[in-house]
């Protein structure tokens, strides 16, 4: 009875053994999928990665001999990830072309232009006036002092010209719908159209409330018109490059002056 237990034991053990090799041949194998697994994934990743900068690089390259605008480029880049193009019919396909058009941009660009020459003289106007006086030139302390009505044509520009940024965003919102916000310069545009037709509501109310007319919220509206010149550095693609050269090179210029400083310093401490 011995024999027969002890052979039990045996290959009870034996089975034990190569259970557990097989357990760790299993575990093996797991990490070996795993390993290769991962490498696949980082691989894809490489090869995405790839194709997109290919993508990019002819993207540009053909933007440039369509001759499209330089911020046309960038919103025709950032909308082509959710909006395809090539499934507008009708009149919105031909809106797209009229947006995406380096003409309507240089068109744009002469209207802030000119809208910045009107506030301009709208500022000037404004600053020539005695104080104490009001828009219509009334309540001047000096009565001796010449006082001179803005023009109205002023007024009447700056509606236009409003007239005309509203009409720009609601195009690209008809055509590219809500996914126009992915664009960082259509919510720039947004933001500022919104507070000219706030700044015009206040003004409004600002006729009949001088203490609302002195508000700073006010001066800071009228102030953010002059904020559309930002665009004119997209229009023009050279000017744009020198911008973000000088916004690259920030960090460099700020050590170089920290090490002249230094520099200074040391040389007027060893000097007195």
């Given at each position: ?38 490498l696949s994934e980082e691989k894809r990743k490489r090869e995405e990665a790839e194709r997109k900068r290919i993508s990019q690089v002819e993207f540009q390259h053909r933007m440039e001999e369509e001759g499209v605008g330089n911020r046309a480029a960038n919103f025709r880049r950032v ?194």
């Amino acid at each position: 009875m011995a024999a027969p237990l002890c052979v039990k034991k045996s290959m009870s053990f034996k089975t034990e053994v190569q259970r557990l090799q097989a357990e760790e041949y299993s575990e093996e194998e797991e990490g070996g999928t795993d390993v290769l697994l991962d490498l696949s994934e980082e691989k894809r990743k490489r090869e995405e990665a790839e194709r997109k900068r290919i993508s990019q690089v002819e993207f540009q390259h053909r933007m440039e001999e369509e001759g499209v605008g330089n911020r046309a480029a960038n919103f025709r880049r950032v909308l082509t990830s959710k909006v395809d193009p090539s499934h507008f019919t009708g009149v919105r396909l031909q809106l797209h072309r009229l947006l995406t058009w380096w003409v309507f941009d240089t068109v744009i660009g002469m209207v802030i232009v000119f809208n910045a020459v009107t506030i301009g003289l709208e500022t000037q106007a404004k600053a020539a006036k005695p104080f104490g006086c009001d828009m219509d030139c009334n309540g001047c302390l000096d009565p001796l002092a010449k006082c001179t009505t803005i023009p109205a044509w002023l007024d009447t520009c700056d509606t236009a010209f409003l007239v005309v940024y509203t009409i720009e965003i609601s195009l690209r919102f008809y055509v590219y719908g809500i996914f126009a916000l992915r664009s960082n310069w259509i919510k720039f545009d947004l933001f500022l159209v919104s507070t000219s037709f706030l700044d015009k509501i206040l003004k409004e109310f600002a006729v009949k409330n001088d203490i609302l007319a002195q508000l700073m919220l006010v001066r800071m509206l009228r102030l953010a018109r002059l904020a559309r010149a930002i665009r004119l550095m997209v229009q023009f693609r050279v000017l744009w490059q020198l911008v973000q050269g000088l916004m690259h090179s920030m960090g460099t210029l700020i050590w170089t002056f920290l090490l002249l400083m230094i520099m200074m310093y040391v040389f007027a401490i060893v000097g007195m």
